[in-house]
Nanobody, 115 residues
């Protein structure tokens, strides 16, 4: 059973930074890709950033230039560095891992950006 545990969320003022971490119970290299998604109240969950096994990065247009996804294979951890945060970044952030036929989700971590 794959377990993903997010941490690092919290309350921050606009313009501030946070770093989210997602620790996996097994080797993250076993997944085809890993990513961060977010869901704001009343909105659908959407992709924020992803990284494939080969290291290809993908970002939503709304976070390009502000957020950076990275991974540490030795620690089985994926990170999301979030800079220049805006109130519209407020959401629950979820870590996801794509296996061959399943997508695994973490429990989510709340990020709140005050204006």
């Amino acid at each position: 059973q794959v377990q993903l545990v997010e941490s690092g969320g919290g309350l921050v003022q606009a313009g501030g930074s946070l770093r989210l971490s997602c620790g996996a119970s097994g080797s993250i290299f076993s997944f085809n890709s890993m990513g961060w998604y977010r869901q704001a109240p009343g909105k659908q969950r959407g992709l924020v950033a992803s990284i494939t096994r080969s290291g290809i990065l993908n970002y939503s247009d709304s976070v390009k230039g502000r957020f950076t996804i990275s991974r540490d294979n030795a620690k089985n951890t994926v990170y999301l560095q979030m800079n220049s945060l805006k109130p519209e970044d407020t959401a629950v952030y979820y870590c996801a891992a794509d296996g061959n036929s399943l997508r695994y989700w973490g429990q989510g971590t709340q990020v709140t950006v005050s204006s």
